[in-house]
């Protein structure tokens, strides 16, 4: 079982930064393929960014192409999802995913962080 909890969230201008954190117990997180959604009010849930377990591959939605970044430090068991040029519409629920690399099936959810972004 692998708990995920995200953190990083907050109150942000228009055209600032964030850092989000999803870090992970009770398993490794380095055995998982590992995504970043979210979701904001009235809204389906919108996939963000991924990154694959090995680290050697990377996703990301359109509209967050070249302003947010995701990495991973295996020895911090945590994944980063790294976000400039915050737009208002960046406003979300963003949320953590984790999918076993040997068995997508097996997968879990944080409890998500709020970013608000002010115009």
């Known amino acids: 079982q692998v708990q995920l909890v995200e953190s990083g969230g907050g109150l942000v201008q228009a055209g600032g930064s964030l850092r989000l954190s999803c870090a992970a117990s009770?398993?490794?997180?380095?055995?998982?393929?590992v995504g970043w959604y979210r979701q904001a009010p009235g809204k389906e849930r919108e996939f963000v960014a991924a990154?694959?377990?090995?680290?050697?591959?990377?996703g990301y939605g359109d509209t967050v192409k070249g302003r947010f970044t995701i990495s991973r430090d295996n020895a911090k068991n945590t994944v980063y999802l790294h976000m400039n040029g915050l737009k208002p519409e960046d406003t979300a629920i963003y949320l953590c995913?984790?999918?076993?690399?040997?068995?997508?099936?097996?997968?879990?959810w944080g409890q998500g962080t709020q970013v608000t972004v002010s115009s």
């Open positions: 995913h984790a999918g076993y690399y040997k068995n997508s099936a097996q997968d879990y």
């Open positions: 009770g398993d490794t997180l380095s055995s998982y393929n």
């Open positions: 990154i694959r377990y090995s680290g050697d591959s990377t």
